[in-house]
């Protein structure tokens, strides 16, 4: 019988690893590319989903974890694979912290920040490679 022939295609996604800290004390980490195009398309549907959401002020246990659930749906969908166990290891996304925001809103603003600022890195590489290959049409 023939022998099965493998290829591989080896690519560098851009992907970056991210530490999960509190207080300084590191408690997780993900990998995500935050200079992905879809990423800001993934964060409009979130932020507009979770814009949307709502639950009742009568409501039960149940159905609070059911939409924390759908919380933890929408960061697996924005980083584009499951890190919500490790977002929300030791903290519920509705968690509310000291100032008044719930954990989800900080995860997220955190997120959105990473995305700005690699962004904006890369772009500013990008073009510091372009000015210097035209630089000498520039005279």
Known sequence: MAEQKTLKLSV?????????????????EFRFNPADIDIVRRYEKMAEYLDNAEIGENVGAEEILAFTDKIREQFDYLLNYKVSDTLFAKCNPLTPLANGDFYCEHILEGIEGLIEKEMGQRIAKKKAKIQKATAKYHK
């Open 12 to 28: 560098d996604t851009g992907s970056v690893l991210v530490d999960i800290e509190d207080r300084g004390e590191k408690i997780g």
